[in-house]
């Protein structure tokens, strides 16, 4: 089992540009998961999907970020124009779909926008 | 709202000490409980889970009892190693969602 896949690991970018993350979650899983971590806000979900449907975006933070799911093996989350205070680490999860069950987080994408 | 609150780091300990790292929550209902660690430079693992009160979780030596009455899940550990340093999270989530709370992490440095 490959687990979760993210790429790329590492980002370096500059203000402006465009960022575009990927994730491949565990196969037969029907929940992903997208968070951010900075040492200042600590965990943060950001977007999550059931059977590739947005159920709840309230923690993507401006309308530079968005999240898509175009099937069941693939999404991404972009940054439109990409700021300094964006640096942080992304990371994918993903979970069964049951109520209540454990997430599964891949090794997450050290995104630094300069 | 669900919310889970634990003991702010760092904690640093001695090869062999023994380690409590504290999680309360709350929660309306019966949610289940989580412990992940997150190694430098790694992802989130999980590392325990209870899924109803008085359930225990282990692994590695670590256990963790969901403890209804007090609205807590505190990490423990009997012998600490310094491989153990990391940042540990306490979490939960309700049976009938998918919405997982994450406290703010607790950042455990054991020395040799």
């Known amino acids: 089992d490959a687990g979760v896949i993210q790429s790329p690991r590492h980002e370096v970018t500059e203000m402006g540009q465009e960022v575009t993350l990927r994730c491949k979650p565990i196969?037969?899983?029907?929940?992903l998961f997208w968070y951010r971590q900075t040492m200042m806000r600590g965990l943060e979900l950001l977007i999550y999907?059931?059977?590739?449907?947005?159920?709840?975006d309230s923690g993507m933070p401006e309308d530079r970020f968005s999240a898509k799911m175009p099937n069941a093996s693939f999404s991404t989350l972009k940054i439109q124009p990409s700021e300094p205070r964006d640096s942080a680490v992304y990371f994918c999860?993903?979970?069964?779909?049951?109520?209540?069950?454990?997430?599964?987080f891949g090794p997450g994408t050290r995104l630094t926008v300069l | 709202g669900n919310s889970v609150t634990q003991m702010e780091g760092p904690v640093t300990l001695s090869e062999e000490a023994f380690l409590t790292i504290n999680c309360t929550y709350t929660?309306?209902?019966?949610?289940?409980l989580f412990w992940y660690v997150q190694y430098p430079g790694e992802g989130l693992q999980l590392l325990l889970k209870?899924?109803?009160?008085?359930d225990k979780g282990s692994n590695k030596g670590f256990e963790a009892t969901y403890r209804k009455e007090t609205t807590s899940f505190h990490l423990e550990k009997g012998s600490v190693q310094v491989s153990d340093s990391a940042v540990y999270f306490c979490?939960?989530?309700?049976?009938?969602?998918?919405?997982?709370?994450f406290g703010a992490g607790t950042r455990l440095t054991v020395k040799p």
């Open positions: 999860a993903s979970s069964s779909g049951q109520g209540g069950d454990e997430q599964f």
């Open positions: 196969s037969g899983h029907n929940s």
């Open positions: 999907f059931n059977n590739n449907v947005p159920i709840d």
């Open positions: 929660a309306t209902g019966y949610p289940s």
């Open positions: 209870a899924t109803k009160a008085d």
């Open positions: 979490a939960l989530i309700k049976n009938n969602n998918n919405d997982m709370r």
